[in-house]
T-cell receptor, first 117, second 111 residues
Framework: GAGVSQSPSNKVTEKGKDVELRCDPI?????LYWYRQRLGQGLEFLIY????????KSGLPSDRFSAERTGESVSTLTIQRTQQEDSAVYLC???????????????FGDGTRLSIL | SQQGEEDPQALSIQEGENATMNCSYK?????LQWYRQNSGRGLVHLIL?????REKHSGRLRVTLDTSKKSSSLLITASRAADTASYFC???????????FGSGTQLTVLP
């Protein structure tokens, strides 16, 4: 497809389990972002990739969260030993870099709705 | 917090009326973007206004930016039921790569 694709669309798991969320960005987009959105809230930045490198990991809420990106394409967000407060929608976005990254709109996937029981 | 804040939190109008949403932020920005989010979906980019622009139009959308007041407004004219969604403003501060989003305005357009 032409848009950002995320999988799974929904994930229900028990507290303490590890989860892996996947993002397929738009082909050719070098910048990739992960955000978290709690119910009724705005987006909370988690991590940003430029190519396969993550120059800014400042948004990751704890060391249970990690992310990687390979082939300047697919990215995986992993949450280890999940807690109930991890329940949220995890959104991925990608953008081109262009001449000025800040002027590029971000294209979002529909997110993964994560529920921790 | 450098987060943009939208006002009002919720807005309900009749189809055909205009809807105005406001966004305020706290520090200097490079540009400000508006996004729409339909229930259960990702965000869709609507419009970007640069810090040296004061007003921008796109179809039924009109965005203004007042950098002296650190505020922006999004006007949707002749609203339709399909405009029902949450609307977020988003900004970048300094050299940050990520967008900082406000908490959004939930717009309901009644048929």
């Amino acid at each position: 497809g032409a848009g950002v694709s995320q999988s799974p669309s929904n994930k229900v798991t028990e507290k303490g389990k590890d989860v892996e969320l996947r993002c397929d960005p738009i082909s050719g987009h070098t910048a990739l972002y992960w955000y978290r959105q709690r119910l009724g809230q705005g987006l909370e930045f988690l991590i940003y990739f430029q190519g396969n490198s993550a120059p800014d990991k400042s948004g990751l809420p704890s060391d249970r969260f990690s992310a990687e990106r390979t082939g300047e394409s697919v990215s995986t967000l992993t949450i280890q030993r999940t807690q109930q407060e991890d329940s949220a929608v995890y959104l991925c976005a990608s953008s081109t870099t262009g001449t000025t990254l800040s002027n590029q709109p971000q294209h979002f996937g529909d997110g993964t709705r994560l529920s921790i029981l | 917090s450098q987060q943009g804040e939208e006002d009002p939190q919720a807005l309900s109008i009749q189809e055909g009326e205009n809807a105005t949403m406001n966004c305020s932020y706290k520090t200097s920005i490079n540009n400000l973007q508006w996004y729409r989010q339909n229930s259960g979906r990702g965000l869709v980019h609507l419009i970007l206004i640069r810090s040296n622009e004061r007003e921008k139009h796109s179809g039924r959308l009109r965005v203004t930016l007042d950098t002296s007041k650190k505020s922006s407004s999004l006007l949707i004219t002749a609203s339709r039921a399909a405009d029902t969604a949450s609307y977020f403003c988003a900004t970048r501060f300094g050299s940050a790569r990520q967008l900082t989003f406000g908490s959004g305005t939930q717009l309901t357009v009644l048929p």
